[in-house]
């Protein structure tokens, strides 16, 4: 069963620095690309970032570009989120999210080009 | 900010059949396969409906989705109480090299 458990959510001043992390179980880490996606209190669904099972390509929403960070341990099987300057529109739960192949929409025989598996999320306030 | 356009709501009575249509443009939807994603109340996304008109195991026939051109759609037949959830259509953007997804639309069964 595919297990992803988010952490390092917390309440941050703007202008301010935090690191999500997400630890994976129940499949092979590394032949998988992860996102990150977050919702507004009350809001929709908004893709942040995505990086490749190997870790060599990464991308970016253009309102994160240049501020986060997106990374990975495939020997820890854990997948990062280094946000800096936050903002207070950054306020939101933070889903860590599987792909169902190694790069986002590479298809692969049986993969649904989209993102099987969700964590439960990991809050973020950004506040004075 | 969302590219793809839902309706912000669609509501039925018990049993009868509803659409929530997904507007995008030639980069995604025109482009990409459309997925739908399902959140239930407090709960987390769930994919829905995959390559268009795929289902997971999980998902019980009522659903069913659609693409033409530069628009999807997802039709729930058969309405049941417990399939009062927000739902979000979502694609690629070869432009934006970037996940898009709708701007959500909550089902309410009357």
């Known amino acids: 069963e595919v297990q992803l458990l988010e952490s390092g959510g917390g309440s941050v001043h703007p202008g301010g620095s935090l690191r999500l992390s997400c630890a994976a179980s129940g499949f092979t880490f590394s032949n998988y690309a992860m996102s990150w996606v977050r919702q507004a209190p009350g809001k929709g669904l908004e893709w942040v970032s995505a990086?490749?099972?190997?870790?060599?390509?990464?991308y970016y929403a253009d309102s994160e570009k240049g501020r986060w960070t997106i990374s990975r341990d495939n020997n820890e099987n854990t997948v990062y989120l280094q946000m800096t300057s936050l903002r207070a529109e950054d306020t939101a739960m933070y889903f860590c999210?599987?792909?169902?192949?190694?790069?986002?929409?590479?298809?692969?025989?049986?993969?649904?080009?989209?993102?099987?598996?969700w964590g439960q999320g990991t809050l973020v306030t950004v506040s004075s | 900010q969302s590219v793809l356009t839902q309706p912000p709501s669609a509501s039925g009575t018990p049993g009868q059949r509803v659409h929530i249509s997904c507007s995008g443009s030639?980069?995604?939807?025109?482009?990409?396969?459309v997925t739908w994603y399902q959140q239930l109340p407090g709960r987390a996304p769930k994919l829905l409906m995959y390559r268009n008109n795929y289902r997971p195991s999980w998902v019980p026939d009522r659903f069913s989705g659609s693409n033409s051109g530069t628009s999807a759609s997802l039709a729930i037949s058969g309405l049941q109480a417990e399939d009062e959830a927000d739902y979000y259509c979502?694609?690629?953007?070869?432009?934006?090299?970037?996940?898009?997804f709708g701007t959500g639309t909550k089902v309410t069964v009357l």
């Open positions: 030639t980069s995604n939807i025109g482009s990409n396969p």
């Open positions: 979502a694609a690629w953007d070869d432009s934006l090299n970037g996940y898009v």
């Open positions: 990086i490749s099972g190997s870790g060599g390509t990464t």
């Open positions: 999210v599987k792909w169902s192949s190694t790069r986002p929409n590479h298809y692969i025989l049986g993969s649904t080009l989209g993102l099987d598996d």
